[in-house]
């Protein structure tokens, strides 16, 4: 069921205490600030967060570490130059880390959106990081077992939505969007500009509009070009 | 050592841009290719369009172009490094698991990575001191070193403290198993696989300069 709302305020109100969440962006391309924002707003607590990071500066992602509201972070590269409000939290053992090879974090969210059990990869045999999970030798190589990450909810930011919820991206800031909007049992999308359905070019569309439940437009300008 | 037998092929150790000169000349023309963070970025500047590469980003893009400048900047054009970047014609933008599948599917001819330490039989490691107090970073190390056909690694030779990176085994923490093929290093280029480590050429210093330097048998090319 997709609908059209008109506040992010609204588009969070349903997120609960110990919800996982993912949140798009990769640093801060595509990182929905609005809808986390909001997020913040709505109070909503003890939440796993699932991004490419651990925040940066003192925005988005970051401010929700600050102000205790994650429980764990899955991510791929928390320690940025300025990731200070999670370094804080991980040194005062207020935050649990899960710390996933980038390219296994987005197949694992891919592998939830699209109803797969697991997965056998190369990527991080032999290390730490593979420690305790199932390994096979296929094809000639040594592999590591991965499961899907699946989440409640998806923050995610786009370019534009047509009226069935159908998306574009722009640019690098597409990056986790299209897997996390499938990945996710509630997908909500902010984006800069709301079309009449009919006006995206399907062949260029690039998430579907069944994977969105609540778009939401964002009235700044500025939104596609915040300084990375 | 007559001349003719020589592999020094330069009067002193390479500087970084010289180094990143020498790894854009390597780069077999019309491959695809990823450049890690820091020095490994240096390489893009030494390619040269008769060389028709592609760089990839693994935060979502092929046909990634010089850093961006002035009204260039755009914040939803970056590199995985997080740096303002620009696009070339023929361009192309995917999500970040189709980028990952670009690497882990093994279609990447070319990675080219930093190193703390690389090990005899081509062990990487990249991504983490294991100090106990530090915050642990990973980031797509992992799925470039077992994804791409080639790793070269570009480091220098010898930490501070004078030690060489070139070792027997591997006492940081790994980032892949046997994946590096290429070492390119201030004082050598060595190349690296089942059958040892080799000595492509040296730089400001002979062969046996260099085996008194590195704890492990090297083989001259």
Known sequence: ?228 | MSTQTSIQTSEKPLGRDELARLVARDIVPGSFVNLGIGQPTLVSNYLTEEQNITLHTENGMLGMGPAAEGDEIDGDLINAGKIPVTELPGASYFHHADSFAIMRGGHLDICVLGAFQVSATGDLANWHTGAPDAIPAVGGAMDLATGAKDVFVMMTLLTREGVSKLVEQCTYPLTGVGCVTRVYTDKAVFLTGPDGVTVRETFGCTFEEIQELVPLPLKKV
Not at chain 1, 115 to 121: S, V
Request: aromatic share 6%; net charge negative; glycine share 12%.
């Open chain 1, 1 to 228: 069921m997709l609908n059209f709302i008109d506040t992010v305020g609204e588009a969070v109100a349903g997120i609960k205490d110990g919800s996982t969440v993912m949140i798009g962006g990769f640093g801060n391309a595509g990182q929905p600030f609005e809808l986390i924002d909001a997020l913040m707003d709505c109070g909503a607590k003890d939440l796993t967060v699932v991004n490419n990071n651990a925040g940066q500066g003192d925005q988005g992602l970051a401010l929700l570490i600050k102000e205790g509201r994650v429980r764990k972070m899955i991510c791929s590269f928390p320690r940025q130059s300025d990731s200070w409000h999670f370094d804080a939290k991980f040194h005062a053992g207020e935050i649990e880390l899960e710390l996933v090879p980038q390219g296994n974090l987005a197949e694992r969210i891919r592998a939830a959106g699209a109803g797969i059990g697991g997965f056998f990869t190369p990527t991080g045999y032999g290390t730490t990081l593979a420690e305790g999970k199932e390994t096979r030798l296929l094809d000639g190589k040594w592999q590591v077992f991965e499961t899907p990450i699946h989440a409640d909810v998806a923050l995610i930011k786009a370019l534009k939505a047509d009226g069935k919820g159908n998306l574009v991206y722009r640019k690098t800031a597409r990056n986790f969007g299209p897997i996390m909007a499938a990945a996710a049992k509630h997908t909500i999308v902010q984006v800069s500009e709301i079309v009449p359905t009919g006006s995206l070019d399907p062949e260029n569309v690039v998430t579907p509009g069944i994977y969105v439940n609540s778009v939401v437009r964002v009235d700044s300008a500025d939104s596609n070009k915040k300084v990375a």
